[in-house]
């Protein structure tokens, strides 16, 4: 099948970004250097579906380099960008996706990467596992198993889990240590500002920021905000993450309190309407509504479309929407991730070890998934280690090593 693609002649533009990529990804060159003599997913049809930039694309590059046939579509309508995906076809890869599709086109893309019969599946928001399990069965049997990037997809493939609908292995990546730790944390607290501060070319300091959620994407955006000098709000549900924001130094409220408050919204959930019609009605005049979580239902963009009296573009990828009582509410990336909607996504270092754990554990499951009997896996312990270590001597540092005395104080009975 023939790629997909807005236009290829904007390879050149996405060959720079990702050589750019290439050149602050010290884990995954390391592993293209690896898998370019060792060829790990040599025969290996390996289906895609990331957030398609260039991060995403130079792991593209490093599972091919290591013998798989790459077939790569987008997870999110806003977050593809068209130069990269031409540099990937510019490069023998097939790629089915263009910013700003429509959902039925989103659906046609996801289609066109599974239709290949893939025996490996790299999953960001579990829309590719869905279509696998809903429209695909005939081809389940071949895969061997796939990799979930992300929160969302992982509450996904939990669900099917425990109704016994999950047919094939899959290993929950964002749980590793070495992503939500550092991705969730410090790649989506930069980025989410990154998106937010490009886009509305505002100041956040003396602000009111107003984070929903409080697990360790929220914990980066609320840190993040502290750090431009912003008053910050936390809205959660879970008691002892609130205590632990209050701890951290923030004010913790409902947000229907919190939302008369806020000068800039920011959701972090992956749950549904966090932000509905009553809030709405609660927030100032001017105030700036944006998404982090995967989906675009955390804001209730629908409700707010239904209950506004007149919408206008307000700036680009800045929507304003003004209700019955007067006041217009600014929306960014109409609801989508922002960071990625309205920015470039997490740092490339950051995603250097992300990637790296999505490249290692799509190598454990060739090596590992004909004996693989539990359907939900956590990232293998030795492959997060070895990303941490490796990240470490790429940083310079060094730490200590345990004497074998020591060894045996830990490990003895009688301390």
């Not at 389940?140 to 990799?147: A, M, T």
């Not at 070495?178 to 969730?184: L, S």
């Not at 505002?202 to 994407?217: E, N, Q």
């Not at 005049?285 to 707010?304: P, R, S, T, V």
Request: hydrophobic share 40%; glycine share 10%.
């Amino acid at each position: 099948m023939a790629s997909e693609i807005r236009d290829e002649k904007l390879a050149p533009s996405g060959a720079m970004k990702i050589a750019w990529v290439k050149d602050h990804c010290d884990l995954l060159r390391t592993l293209e250097e690896e898998f370019s003599k060792t060829k790990p997913f040599a025969g290996k049809k390996v289906a895609l579906s990331v957030h398609l930039e260039a991060k995403t694309a130079y792991l593209c590059k490093v599972l091919k380099a290591g013998g798989a046939e790459m077939y790569v579509t987008g997870s999110n309508p806003l977050s593809t960008q068209d130069d990269v995906a031409a540099a990937l076809v510019a490069d023998g890869l097939e790629v089915h996706a263009w910013h700003g599709c429509t959902a039925e086109e989103y659906d046609r893309h996801i289609r066109a990467v599974l239709s290949v019969g893939p025996n490996i599946i790299i999953d960001d928001g579990g829309d590719l596992v869905h279509m696998m399990h809903t429209e695909f069965q005939d081809l389940i049997p071949q895969v061997i198993g796939g990799c979930e990037e992300t929160t969302t997809g992982i509450l996904r493939l939990e669900a099917m889990n425990r109704e016994g609908k999950l047919q094939f292995p899959m290993v929950k990546v964002n749980n590793a240590q070495c992503k939500h730790f550092f991705d969730n944390r410090y790649g989506t607290g930069q980025s989410v500002w990154d998106g937010i501060n490009r886009t509305t070319n505002l100041i956040v300091a003396g602000k009111t920021v107003v984070v929903a959620g409080y697990g360790w994407c929220g914990k980066g955006v609320a840190m993040r905000a502290k750090g431009l000098g912003a008053k910050v709000i936390v809205t959660e549900i879970d008691p002892v993450k609130a205590i632990e924001a209050v701890m951290d130094g923030f004010e913790v409220m409902p947000m229907k309190q919190a939302a008369a408050h806020g000068d800039f919204f920011v959701t972090v959930t992956g749950c549904d309407k966090v932000i509905d019609a009553e809030d709405f009605m609660e927030m100032k005049d001017g105030a700036i509504l944006c998404n982090a979580g995967h989906f675009d239902c955390e804001i209730d963009m629908a409700g707010l479309r239904k209950m506004a009296v007149s919408s206008a573009e307000l700036r680009n990828n800045i929507m304003g929407y003004t209700l019955s009582n007067g006041r217009t509410l600014a929306v960014l990336g109409e609801g989508r991730l922002v960071n990625l909607a309205c920015g470039d996504g997490h740092p490339a270092e950051i995603m250097d070890m992300s990637f790296a754990i999505q490249a290692l554990s799509a190598k454990y499951l060739v090596e590992h998934g004909a004996e693989l009997k539990t359907k939900l896996l956590d990232v293998p312990e030795e492959v997060d280690r070895e990303v941490a270590v490796k990240k470490l001597a790429f940083l310079g540092k060094e730490i200590d090593v345990l004497t074998p005395e020591q060894e045996k104080y830990l490990n003895s009975s009688t301390v």
